[in-house]
């Protein structure tokens, strides 16, 4: 205790040159408009940079399972794919045909490749940074995929970073189906383990079993159809009985994700523009 007090006395004038110090930048950043302005953003950038460099780290250590993953499933995909073509060859003789189709579906949609630099599983609404913005051609509203599913909304962007509206956030809806019966829903996020998630307003008479694959339906420009979003898990009647809650587990792994694939459809403007006059009217 002695020697703390000497060496506050011996050192007090710095001490309070340090204490006034910071309490005139404290008033200069809070009570002028321009300054705080410039404070909070080069704070955020520097924070953007500081979490991708966490996030790079992390990513790091997480890459042997990461690669496992991403074999496995690349491994299902090829085998999935090869049968496929096996059925078209078995039902149509013009390979032409075939590869015109692929190219079609290829050029319907755009994908633009992203880290993550930060993420949020434990909020009502969670949001996920991306390494990719405006200049990199991001826009709001563009889809979010990793390689196991859905992951989210493009919310807001900047030069070079963009907010990604997650699936796990409350104010998220997707419009979604069950793949084997085609019966339609939206998926949403109430909060809770960050594996879950509920297809709401299915209607009572819709057909499904446990272990049915829950897809998008496509009937927006933000995903295509047929993207993985999970199983079904269980079953609960709403709130009015009048229609069946899915519980779906995801699979998307959001407490692991690094690397995710933003998709644009290159007939979305057209879409907006369209919409946009009909609500002009």
């Known amino acids: 205790m002695q020697n703390l007090l000497r060496f506050l006395l011996k050192y007090n004038y710095w001490l309070l040159f340090f204490l006034l110090e910071v309490i005139s930048f404290v008033l200069l950043f809070r009570f002028n408009s321009y300054q705080g302005s410039v404070f909070f953003t080069s704070a955020n950038s520097l924070s953007g940079m500081i979490c991708e460099e ?20 690349n491994t299902e995909l090829e085998l999935l794919v090869e049968q496929m073509k096996k059925e ?67 919310y807001q962007t900047s030069s070079h970073y963009s907010l990604i509206l997650s699936v796990l956030n409350a104010k998220s809806s997707i419009s979604c189906k069950i793949k084997r019966t085609e019966y339609l829903g939206a998926l949403k996020w109430e909060g809770g383990s960050s594996q879950y998630a509920l297809v709401k307003d299915m209607p009572r008479h819709s057909e499904f079993s446990l272990g049915d694959t829950i897809v998008t339906s496509g009937h927006s420009a933000v995903f295509p159809e047929g993207i993985p979003i999970g199983v079904v898990d269980d079953m609960k009647d709403s709130h009015d009985g009048l229609t069946y809650w899915l519980r779906v587990k995801l699979f998307t792994n959001f407490a692991r994700l690094n690397s995710v694939q933003v998709i644009a459809s290159t007939g979305r403007e057209e879409l907006n523009e369209l919409e946009r006059s009909v609500e002009k009217n």
């Not at 790091?60 to 074999?71: D, E, Q």
């Not at 949020?120 to 196991?148: A, C, H, Q």
Request: glycine share 8%.
């Open 88 to 154: 078209l060859a078995h039902y149509t003789a013009d390979t032409t045909s075939i590869a015109r189709l692929q190219e079609d579906v290829l050029r319907d949609y755009q994908c633009y490749p992203a880290d993550v630099v930060n993420n949020s599983i434990t909020r009502l609404n969670n949001y996920i940074t991306i390494n990719k913005g405006e200049k990199d051609g991001i826009r709001p509203e563009m889809g979010v995929i990793d390689g196991n599913g859905v992951v989210g909304i493009v």
């Open 54 to 73: 966490v996030s790079d780290i992390t990513s790091y250590f997480g890459l042997r399972s990461v690669n496992k993953a991403l074999v496995a499933r």
